[in-house]
């Protein structure tokens, strides 16, 4: 079992920034990639970054240039930093570990980032 913790969330003004945090735990054998989706109210979760063992990383447009996905492999962690944040950034952000050994796909519990305009 594998359990991820997110934390980093928060209100902030439109062109602030926020760092996230994901801290996984527990059965974590062979490679993985992990990364951040997001959800607004009433929208399905999106895609937002993701960063393999390997250190490889992948960004959707919408964040380009503007958040940074990190990982810590011997912390199991990984960080989003988000930088000139918009309202349109607004929703829970939500950690995801894939382990390609067992085809498990694991979600954190989901932190919220809130930006004023």
């Known amino acids: 079992q594998v359990q991820l913790v997110e934390s980093g969330g928060g209100l902030v003004q439109a062109g602030g920034s926020l760092n996230l945090s994901c801290a996984a735990s527990?059965?974590?054998?062979?490679?993985?990639?992990m990364g951040w989706y997001r959800q607004a109210p009433g929208k399905q979760r999106d895609f937002v970054a993701r960063?393999?063992?390997?250190?490889?990383?992948l960004y959707a447009d919408s964040v380009k240039g503007r958040f940074t996905i990190s990982r810590d492999n011997g912390k199991n962690a990984i960080y989003l930093q988000m930088n000139g944040l918009k309202s349109e950034d607004t929703a829970v952000y939500y950690c995801?570990?894939?382990?390609?050994?067992?085809?498990?796909?694991?979600w954190g519990q989901g932190t919220q980032v809130s930006v004023s305009s």
């Open positions: 995801n570990l894939y382990l390609f050994t067992t085809n498990g796909d694991y």
């Open positions: 527990g059965n974590i054998v062979g490679i993985n990639h």
């Open positions: 960063v393999l063992s390997g250190g490889s990383t």
